[in-house]
């Protein structure tokens, strides 16, 4: 990071094994000691790196284990992660779509919301991804208006397909509009796949800091 002259925007917690399809533990029961465990190692290498935004992942329904059961131990787990984690340090819920993630605990922005506001903690915060948000039939402008105030990183990628930008059907330019009128002036990560992935096309990047302004 220091050699390439970079920050790091965003870390994520343990996610446990993603290839086999793990999701994180937050919310997981029999697992959530596991992530408490984990923290003070991960805010120790945030704070080596400089990094103020650790993504939480909630984790999937855990068979024999209702739902409402798995949202109260993934507030808990989350309002000790934001007591433990320095002032500067902000944890985000993402939303994860039903259809690439079949069972996350926080398929959609009311059930992250709904989580937040419980756990009532300053350092607490949305993640807001609009591919994730569009793929499950939502609209992400709506959802920035009604997260205003709670969005603390946001990640931008096309539906279909989660490509770069300007290869499907999200009005980027309506979302960055969206985001300037609610005060949002943190970092956007671009969490795609590439179409051609032979030949990166990041021609993008510049129309974007365009629409952004002086403070893209």
């Not at 697992?31 to 596991?34: G, N, Y």
């Given at each position: 990071m220091r050699d390439a002259g970079i920050g790091v925007a965003l870390m994520n917690l343990d996610g446990g094994y993603l290839g086999s399809g793990e999701r994180g533990f937050a919310g997981v029961p029999g697992?959530?000691?596991?992530f408490r465990r984990g923290l003070p190692i991960v805010l120790d290498l945030a704070d080596l790196l400089g990094c103020h935004r650790l993504h939480a992942l909630a984790g999937r329904r855990a068979p024999g284990h209702r739902r409402e059961d798995q949202l109260r131990l993934l507030e808990s787990s989350l309002a000790f992660a934001a007591d433990i984690a320095p002032p500067d340090t902000t944890i985000t819920l993402e939303v994860l779509n039903s259809t690439d993630v079949p069972g996350y605990l926080v398929p959609d922005s009311r059930s992250a919301l709904a989580v937040i506001d419980w756990v009532g903690r300053p350092n607490l915060g949305l993640q807001l991804d609009v591919y994730h948000l569009t793929m499950e039939g939502e609209d992400p402008v709506e959802v920035i208006r009604v997260a205003a105030g709670r969005i603390t990183h946001v990640q931008f990628?096309?539906?279909p397909g989660r490509h770069e930008l300007g290869t499907g059907s999200i009005p980027f330019q309506n979302l960055l509009l969206a985001l300037d009128a609610v005060g949002y002036c943190g970092a956007i990560g671009l969490e795609y796949i590439p179409s051609r992935p032979e030949a990166p096309d990041l021609s993008f990047?510049?129309?974007l800091a365009a629409i952004s302004g002086p403070n893209p």
């Open positions: 697992r959530d000691e596991s990628a096309d539906v990047v510049e129309a």
